[in-house]
């Protein structure tokens, strides 16, 4: 058992395999940095830690540490294969504040904003069931990850998984806040964004799944609020389907929405009204019980039905056809993805995209006019038949 009480840095040498615990109180510190095969670190940052550690083959866990300030258990670490689990923080980063880490796991950590992390970077980490008092149940600080699982993260204010930063193909599923359930002006790329929830009543706050984010090639689908799921912010080449506002006021509100898919949705699709959404070379179609619901702006873009009263402004859009979504047609194609025939095809307008953007499926988005919608039309390449005589 190692115990101190001392105002510098203490540093813990072992072997791999080693346990090791401790309780300690800095003057100040808090922050446990593994920097390298068996050494542990307590830097001297504000708060009080107390826990176990343990160092094996390359792995550190860091469990029931405590910081009055902000890094419940490390402070600009670089990790491998470690384990955070029950730290806390009493301001932010209830697991890690800054640092590196790969492959690590963030479980049940924390902390008043950051549940599990403030800032850093992380790459094929779990953040599971990490709690922020108030905002941003797992990651905050503009914080970058790369293919990452957030699950079951919650904030009791707003902002259930990312309050800014960058995230790559990350699995967002289950998440919970009373409003941005998922993330609050973050850039989300390619992410797969399901089942996650507001617990609010309130009906004035806006985006209660995504606010003010930039997504890019996301499916967004089976997430529940009670209006104005996905506010402000731009959606590029996304299918969003079967989202569920429970008080039919609209999936998007003051949102700009380009070559999306947006279909199927409980409780309408787009909201308009004084604050409109922008729509270019957008499908939306099936949604009940309107596609469009006040007065929108489109442009090269499909819908169906719309609430008595709307208004659409804009040019080359395609009312009330079927859009001919391939739904099973072509079992090699995306259930979603254009038939020949489909009148979105080559509808759409320039917006933009250069010779190596792709669609939702990561196609190439050119090929000719652009098609409307998440999925451009490629044509299947069919062997060529020799016939010999």
């Known amino acids: 058992m190692l115990r101190a009480e001392t105002n510098a840095a203490v540093t813990v040498s072992v072997a791999a395999g080693t346990s090791v615990e401790f309780a300690l109180m800095l003057r100040p510190g808090s922050?446990?940095?593994?920097?390298?095969?068996?050494?542990?670190?307590?830097?001297?940052?504000?708060?009080?830690?107390?826990?176990?550690?343990?160092?094996?083959?390359?792995?550190?866990?860091?469990?029931?540490?405590?910081?009055?300030?902000?890094?419940?258990?490390?402070?600009?670490?670089?990790?491998t294969d470690c384990l955070f689990i029950m730290n806390v923080a009493t301001?932010?980063?209830g697991g890690s504040n800054g640092g590196t880490h790969v492959n690590a796991r963030?479980?049940?950590?924390?902390?008043?904003?950051?549940?599990?992390?403030?800032?850093?970077?992380?790459?094929?980490?779990?953040?599971?069931?990490?709690?922020?008092?108030?905002?941003?149940?797992?990651?905050?600080?503009?914080?970058?990850?790369?293919d990452c699982v957030f699950e079951g993260n919650v904030a009791t204010n707003n902002t259930g998984v990312a309050l800014g930063g960058t995230h790559y193909r990350a699995l967002m599923t289950n998440n919970v806040a009373a409003y941005a359930a998922v993330a609050r002006g973050a850039t989300l790329n390619d992410c797969e964004i399901v089942g996650n929830y507001e617990t609010g009543?309130?009906?004035?706050?806006?985006?209660?799944?995504?606010?003010?984010?930039?997504?890019?090639?996301?499916?967004?689908?089976?997430?529940?609020?009670?209006?104005?799921?996905?506010?402000?912010?731009?959606?590029?080449?996304?299918?969003?389907?079967?989202?569920?506002?429970?008080?039919?006021?609209?999936?998007?509100?003051?949102?700009?929405?380009?070559?999306?898919?947006?279909?199927?949705?409980?409780?309408?699709?787009?909201?308009?009204?004084?604050?409109k959404c922008t729509l270019k070379n957008a499908i939306v179609h099936g949604n009940t019980p309107y596609d469009i619901m006040g007065n929108t702006t489109a442009s090269s873009s499909l819908y169906g039905t719309f609430s008595a009263g709307s208004s659409v402004t804009g040019s080359g859009n395609i009312v009330g056809e079927d859009p001919r979504f391939n739904?099973?047609?072509?079992?090699?194609?995306?259930?979603?993805?254009?038939?020949?025939?489909?009148?979105?095809?080559?509808?759409?307008?320039?917006?933009?995209?250069?010779?190596?953007?792709?669609?939702?499926a990561g196609n190439l988005r050119l090929n000719g006019t652009v098609d409307m919608g998440c999925y451009e039309f490629w044509p299947s390449i069919k062997p060529t038949m020799i016939m010999l005589h």
């Open 91 to 93: 301001n932010g980063a």
């Open 327 to 360: 739904l099973g047609h072509n079992p090699k194609d995306a259930w979603y993805a254009l038939r020949t025939r489909s009148p979105a095809r080559d509808a759409g307008m320039e917006v933009g995209f250069t010779a190596t953007d792709t669609d939702f």
């Open 201 to 275: 009543t309130s009906l004035a706050s806006n985006g209660k799944i995504l606010n003010g984010c930039n997504v890019n090639r996301c499916h967004i689908h089976g997430n529940r609020g009670n209006a104005r799921l996905f506010f402000k912010g731009t959606f590029t080449n996304c299918l969003v389907e079967e989202n569920e506002s429970t008080d039919n006021i609209g999936a998007f509100r003051e949102a700009e929405i380009i070559n999306c898919t947006v279909v199927d949705n409980a409780g309408g699709g787009i909201e308009g009204g004084t604050y």
């Open 31 to 79: 922050a446990f940095v593994k920097q390298g095969a068996g050494t542990l670190t307590a830097h001297p940052y504000p708060g009080y830690n107390t826990g176990s550690l343990t160092i094996g083959e390359g792995s550190v866990v860091f469990s029931n540490n405590v910081s009055g300030s902000s890094g419940g258990a490390s402070k600009n670490a670089s990790t």
């Open 106 to 146: 963030f479980i049940r950590n924390r902390a008043r904003y950051g549940g599990a992390g403030d800032q850093g970077t992380y790459q094929n980490c779990l953040f599971q069931d990490n709690v922020a008092t108030d905002y941003a149940g797992a990651l905050t600080g503009n914080a970058s990850s790369y």
